[in-house]
């Protein structure tokens, strides 16, 4: 006979490695280490102080830029913002507490890496053409301003739709609930920070836009062994140019 598991009323949740980066850089500006209109250390700087890989800081700092505590500007490092104190001294609000943090975009990638190659393939046995896939091709494809915030919205919404639309072209409607959790974590603000500050230029959405055709040829030709092979090169290319290391 199995014992039920008693219900927890505050179930904890380990915290993902750049909430407690970003807790720390946090409470350093509070202590002043780290003060308003300084310049933070670099990520490899940050790393090292740390104990942590580049791509946790890099996360951990895009959530401190959504929560405008820091600014990064090209060339220039990251800023702490004039004022940073006053906000870190207002509560957040009750939707913002820690069980709400997004999720890591490294994180991820890494679920994806593991389910688009199997996702890809099942869509292939079908080999049939679909037109909402080929509308996000289409809309991916007008991008031609990387910087303007419409279309990069554009992009960001045609991007993970897509890969969403393989799920759908499997017929399999589990996998189409599970592509649906993964695209609601690529719609995530910290996704989209981390993913815009490492995809920020029309040569490398040209490429993007060619590697989601090749997915696209090779599932819709029944290539399985193509399809798995592009989808996964194409998110580990993602993580190179997002996260370097």
């Known amino acids: 006979m199995v014992t039920p598991v008693p219900p927890q009323d505050s179930p904890f949740r380990p915290k993902q490695i750049y909430e407690q980066v970003s807790a720390r850089i946090r409470a350093e500006i509070r202590h002043g280490t780290f003060a308003p209109e300084s310049r933070l250390p670099s990520e490899r700087d940050l790393a090292m102080r740390f104990g942590v890989g580049r791509p946790a800081v890099r996360e951990a700092i895009g959530a401190l830029q959504n929560e405008g505590l820091v600014v990064t500007r090209r060339n220039s490092g990251t800023t702490v ?14 939707h913002a507490g820690s069980d709400h943090a997004d999720f890591s975009p490294m994180s991820t990638l ?3 890496l593991i389910l688009e190659p199997a996702i890809a393939r099942r869509a292939a046995a079908h080999a049939r053409r679909d037109t909402v896939a080929e509308h996000y091709l289409a ?12 279309q990069r919205a554009l992009w ?5 739709l897509f890969h969403r639309q393989l799920a759908v072209m499997t017929g399999d409607p ?14 995530q603000p910290l996704w989209k920070r981390v993913k815009d500050e490492g995809i920020d230029d029309a040569a490398r959405i040209r490429l993007y836009v060619s590697e989601h055709r090749l997915i ?17 090169q194409h998110i580990k290319r993602v993580r190179r140019d997002i996260a370097p290391k």
């Open 174 to 187: 589990l996998l189409v609930r599970i592509a649906d959790e993964v695209a609601r974590t690529m719609d």
């Open 81 to 94: 913002c004039a004022d940073a104190l006053q906000r870190l001294s207002t509560p957040p609000p009750d």
């Open 110 to 112: 890494d679920v994806r």
């Open 156 to 160: 960001n919404d045609s991007d993970r």
């Open 139 to 150: 809309q991916m494809d007008s991008i031609t301003d990387a910087t303007d915030p419409a």
């Open 216 to 232: 696209y040829e090779a599932i819709v030709g029944g290539d399985a062994d193509a399809a798995a092979f592009y989808v996964e």
